[in-house]
């Protein structure tokens, strides 16, 4: 009987998709100069091919799409100058810009799903599936 229930289960989990995808990004809070690179690191793990994301909140806004990988060149340029590239090899998809400038401090998440919402045309407002977050400042005084 116990066989069974566990077989049941992690045919649930598989059809699910639970615990099959995540994403990581390694620092909660970077503080970069203004004039130069941005980097945010994302690593993901999935089962599947996955549509990665990067949000963008800024003080006192809801999250606005930045990019999105779905398939096709891995370079991927997004709004105000960001860009992502998808590392397949690597499951990264690391976000950068050059130079980076004081108004780019703000919250950024790294998403991914194995579904692109808004693919019937509807509004990509808020980060899909699992993601996690950074939050980035920006100013002259510190130094890399």
Known sequence: MTLVFTLMLEMLLFLTGAGAQSVTQPDDHITVSEGARLELRCSYSSSVSPYLF????????GPQLLLKYVSGDNLVSGITGFKAEFRKSEKSFHLRKIPAHWKDSAKYFCALSDTVPGAAGGAEHKPPGPCSSVFVILGSWHVL
């Open 54 to 61: 990067w949000y963008v909140q800024y003080p006192d806004q």
